[in-house]
């Protein structure tokens, strides 16, 4: 990854594949991948002419390719769709789908294995004592030594997303370097890994995230719905 990162997490947004074609329009900057539904991927994909395309999850079969897991989406799909990155471990799919660590590692082992680059989000729960702890051990029941060839870490504070209720730079900065240092002391190639930050990023904070509080780019969802607050923010970080 070189340059500042803008990653757009459309969510379950939006209804009509109108819609969608619009978004990927004003979307299109270099230094932006677009994670649309799956069911707009064929034609964002074909709209988008600078941005990259992403996924907002993939299923972790072992196989990678097809097989009997009805209602998934494989890797192999995503990499024949264009895909180049994937969203793995956001919190809005940990609990309410029982991802745990052993499921979300399954994901990044599918992704790796077709070369999609996975950005897995270390999430923090609630802004108290236990946090770092959790977040150490997030990363270290995830990560393997070889995933390190290609993958980028989103640190995601859960009471900042979709809430307006944004992490301080200062505490953001202290998390960034804290994962940098777990990921520095267990693992040999972990040196260069990129990590964004996610939660209420909009046009007035986006900036400080990059300038001050030195992340290597945002993980956007509620603010890449909005034409000029998703345009403002790319033309201020990249
Ligand atoms: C996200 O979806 O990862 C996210 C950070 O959402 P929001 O920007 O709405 O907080």
Known sequence: MSGI????????????????????S??????????????FLDMVGKTLKKAELGAQNCFGSPTAGGGPF???VSSAMLKDRNCKYVIVGH??????????????KDKIRASLKEKIVPIL????????????????????????????KEIIIAYE???????GDYCDIEEAEKKKVFIKSVLVKNYK???????????????KNAKDYIKRGGFDGLLVGTASLKKSEFKKIVERVT
């Open 5 to 24: 990162l803008v990653v757009a997490n459309w969510k379950m947004n939006p209804r009509t594949e109108r819609e969608a074609k619009e978004m990927a």
């Open 26 to 39: 004003y979307s299109d900057e270099r230094g932006v991948v677009v994670c649309p539904p799956f069911v």
């Open 70 to 72: 009805t209602g998934e």
């Open 91 to 104: 919190s809005e799919r940990r609990k309410p789908c029982n991802e745990d660590s052993s499921v979300i």
């Open 121 to 148: 989000c270390v999430i923090e729960e609630e802004k108290e004592d236990g946090a770092l702890e959790s977040i150490r051990k997030q990363l270290l029941e995830i990560l393997e030594e070889e995933f390190f």
């Open 157 to 163: 504070p859960v009471y900042a997303i979709g809430t």
């Open 189 to 203: 190639k972990a040196k260069n890994v990129p990590i964004l930050y996610g939660g209420s990023v909009d046009s």
